[in-house]
């Protein structure tokens, strides 16, 4: 429970304790403009918030200390990554109602750039549960609960506990003196307006997603997600000088921010700024050199100012750096495949479709291989395929087989 200055009760959340010594994980924006906060434990005692272990306002979390030298019973955190259609458990205090147990599955895990991943669940998730954790059938945490009215509909999310780990060498600050800050409660509520963002994004509602946004920016206006995601709602409505504007924002507030770089790199090239865009992807590879994304958006920009050899390099830098990705090995295979190096091109044709077995045009692309090497039983067998994923490239493969 929060207190504001006048001692008025202001939020009720859930939380768990994930040490021994005392430490609690709850949701951000439950402490509100809290200026004391309280734990009530499950025999009913009221222990004082001594101290913010460590607090992340993009992803909605925050670590808290309680005072007291006794020993807790935490719970265990989950090991193993969470899986669409996974049973799950919710443990928390809807409406004031202690101890309360929902259940559901995990209908989703979704990637946030920026603000982290969230799992969408189907379980429910009242006011008073923000903060619950979200536990797998062994009883271990796959998650902190939290809940977005999306649409017009309450929408249930956990945040993953990888995000908890990530998060656990902050510099501790008495809470006092951290509810002081004016820009905490300011960046918690940006967080979660661009979460509701996105998901109106998901759901093309884009409009909606940029009054989301500008709120945001404007609630936050030092918050680097919220620049980042409103340039992806600008770019996705074509406004691209706008969208570019918003990246260079998010840049200059966050210097390090690779997918900043990424996205304003992808506008550059929208907008026909070849070697801007080169210039873009190269910046981000000096930051994080392992990122295999922008080897291969920069191998594709070489090909728009046709440095086939550059373009190699840069893919194959990608396969080295994540060779699970099949959009890796379909790019290079063209290239290969342009070279004369058909062996090559076929092996890395036929890894993409192993890889990514539903995607008609690298089953397109390995049929029209087969045919210029003489093979038309396999053209035809990637035809076949080709009839169940995409009629159209069937038919073009079938024309190309039977002219």
């Not at 994930?18 to 951000?28: A, D, F, L, R, Y």
């Not at 271990?140 to 995000?163: C, D, H, K």
Request: glycine letters at 6%; charged letters at 20%.
């Amino acid at each position: 429970m929060t207190y504001d200055n006048s001692n008025h009760e202001v939020s009720q959340g859930t939380g768990f304790f994930i040490s021994s010594e005392g430490e609690i994980v709850t949701n951000h924006h439950v402490l509100g403009q809290a200026v004391r906060a309280v734990a009530r434990i499950s025999s009913g005692k009221n222990i004082p918030i001594a101290t913010v272990v460590w607090d992340d306002s993009s992803s909605d979390l925050v670590c808290l200390k309680v005072t007291s030298s006794a020993s807790f019973k935490s719970l265990k955190m989950a090991t193993a990554a969470p899986r669409a259609g996974e049973r799950v458990l919710v443990i928390g205090n809807p409406f004031g109602l202690e101890g309360t147990v929902s259940d559901g599955i995990i209908s989703a895990v979704r990637d946030l750039p920026d603000i982290g991943g969230v799992i969408q669940i189907t379980a429910p998730i009242s006011p008073g549960s923000s903060g619950s954790p979200v536990l797998n059938l062994r009883g271990e945490v796959l998650g902190v609960a939290t809940s977005y009215a999306i649409g017009g509909q309450n929408l249930n999310f956990a945040i993953p506990v990888t995000r908890v780990h990530s998060l656990s060498n902050s510099e501790p600050q008495l809470f006092a003196e951290w509810a002081k800050s004016a820009s905490m409660l300011a960046k918690s509520t940006a967080a979660r307006l661009v979460v509701r963002a996105y998901f109106e994004m998901e759901a093309n509602d884009l409009s909606v997603a940029l009054g989301h946004l500008t709120d945001a920016v404007a609630t936050a206006p030092d918050f680097a997600p919220a620049y980042l995601w409103l340039g992806s709602c600008y770019a996705r409505m074509s406004r691209n000088a706008e969208s570019m504007a918003a990246y260079r924002k998010a840049i200059a507030l966050d210097p390090a921010d690779v997918e900043a770089y990424k996205r304003l790199a992808a506008s550059y090239s929208a907008a026909g700024n070849d070697e801007q865009a080169i210039a873009t992807f190269l910046e981000a590879i000096r930051i994080r050199p392992d990122d295999s994304d922008s080897h291969y958006f920069l191998g594709i920009a070489y090909l728009d100012i046709n440095s086939p050899q550059q373009a190699m390099n840069e893919f194959l830098a990608a396969i080295r750096l994540n060779p699970d990705v099949s959009s890796y090995h379909e790019s290079a295979a063209r290239l290969y495949a342009g070279k004369g190096q058909f062996d090559t091109a076929l092996a890395e044709f036929k890894e993409a479709i192993r890889l990514n077995p539903g995607d008609p045009f690298a089953h397109y692309d390995l049929g029209t291989l087969y045919l210029q090497l003489g093979n038309r039983d396999g053209a035809l067998q990637e035809y076949r395929t080709l009839k169940t994923l995409d009629s159209d490239k069937a038919q073009q493969l079938f024309q190309k087989v039977y002219p």
